[in-house]
């Protein structure tokens, strides 16, 4: 089972950034539960078998907030995927700073180490929504797999199942989140 976690503030927003993650999973007949970061507890972690930390709007911050909330993500030994804030997130729980960088729309990433099943010196054409990003060139127990001028777009763990990008795969790359699904 996947556990989703919503970053949303409000409910309207998980219908742009959950809803098409339930979806795809749905659609695969991949077994997942839902739940929003501030009402979940140590059980739904240790009963889910991946965790995939979903974005939300431009607007909206107040995980940042509540960045404690986050804290077993140090611990857990679990695949994890986060996507937008939820890649923030990962690298806040890791004691990095974000930094602003605005950048909406349709982007080509070329990723310069293999990602989730997408080889190395692949280009991909992927959807943009963020205000923030976090520097991952200084967090030593993480590889940068793309990167458009100073900001990571996609990250990997070198140690554990970690996957973070900071564009949207819920959009126009529905197979990333697949392959983290299957892998």
């Known amino acids: 089972m996947i556990l989703i976690i919503s970053t949303c503030k409000e409910k309207l927003h998980e219908l742009e950034f959950v809803r098409p993650i339930e979806n795809i999973l749905k659609k695969n007949r991949i077994s997942y539960l839902t739940k929003h970061y501030m009402i979940?507890?140590?059980n739904d972690v240790n009963k889910a078998d991946k965790i995939i930390i979903c974005g939300t709007s431009l607007q909206d911050f107040d995980y940042v907030n509540h960045i404690d909330k986050f804290s077993w993500i140090k611990d857990i030994?679990?695949?994890?995927?986060?996507?937008?804030?939820?890649?923030q997130i990962i690298g806040l729980v890791n004691n990095r700073v974000e930094?602003?960088?605005i950048e909406i729309g349709?982007?080509?990433?070329?990723?310069?180490?293999?990602f989730l099943n997408i080889k190395e010196n692949t280009e991909k054409e992927v959807y943009h929504l963020h205000n923030n990003y976090i520097d991952f060139s200084?967090?030593?127990?993480?590889?940068?797999?793309?990167?458009?001028?100073?900001?990571?777009?996609?990250?990997?763990?070198?140690?554990?199942?970690?996957?973070?990008?900071?564009?949207?795969?819920?959009?126009?790359?529905?197979?990333?989140?697949?392959?983290?699904?299957?892998?």
């Open 99 to 101: 930094g602003k960088k």
């Open 106 to 114: 349709f982007y080509k990433e070329k990723f310069s180490k293999n």
């Open 77 to 87: 030994n679990k695949p994890i995927f986060g996507i937008c804030s939820g890649m």
């Open 138 to 183: 200084k967090l030593n127990d993480f590889e940068i797999c793309s990167k458009s001028g100073r900001v990571s777009q996609a990250v990997k763990h070198k140690n554990k199942k970690i996957f973070g990008v900071l564009f949207h795969p819920e959009v126009r790359n529905k197979e990333i989140i697949l392959n983290f699904a299957s892998a």
């Open 40 to 42: 979940l507890n140590k």
